[in-house]
Structure formats: C-alpha cells, structure tokens
C-alpha cells in the first residue's frame, strides 16, 4: 500500500503543466545566462596589410578577460557538477 501511495505521488506531480512550468523554467535560466556574452562580445576592427577586418570578439577595450572567464566558471560551473552525477 504504501508503494502504491509513493507511485501515485509521484504521478500526481509529473503533469503537462508542471512539465510546461520546468521547460519554460529552463529556457529563462538559460537565455539570462547567456545576457553575460551578449554584452562582452561585439565587431572588432582590425588595420592588418592596409586592409580593414571586421570580426566578433571579446571586447578587450572594455572588458576584462580573466576576469570574465573566473566569474563564468564560479557562478555557471554548477551545471558541470552536476551534469557528472550518478
């Protein structure tokens, strides 16, 4: 009986709302997460053979590297612990 009563615990709480709740969850968690790169990166121009390229890079000017790296790996480094459990 008790199992019984765990299974449809269990039943109960995996619904397509609660379904909907977690893929909606996950996509915020996901897009805020990336905000970081959106405002790191950007076009670089470079003078190379008297010739203009225009690239997407770190924006190094404004930024700093290591320090945008140590802070990705602290606050998003989580997700790899995780991912590697039993």
């Known amino acids: 009986m008790y199992q019984d009563g765990v299974l449809f615990l269990f039943f109960s709480v995996?619904?397509?709302r609660n379904a909907l709740y977690a893929i909606c969850?996950?996509?915020?968690?996901?897009?805020?997460?990336c905000i970081p790169l959106y405002l790191c990166h950007?076009?670089?121009k470079q003078n190379f053979d008297g010739k203009?390229?225009?690239?997407?890079?770190?924006l190094d000017e404004d930024?700093?590297?290591?320090?945008?790296?140590?802070?990705?790996v602290c606050l998003l480094?989580?997700?790899?612990?995780?991912?590697?459990?039993?």
């Open 14 to 16: 995996r619904t397509e």
């Open 42 to 44: 950007g076009i670089k």
């Open 52 to 58: 203009v390229y225009i690239h997407c890079g770190f």
């Open 77 to 86: 480094g989580w997700d790899v612990r995780i991912s590697h459990l039993p």
């Open 25 to 33: 969850c996950s996509w915020i968690l996901i897009l805020t997460s």
């Open 63 to 72: 930024y700093n590297h290591m320090a945008f790296h140590v802070s990705s």
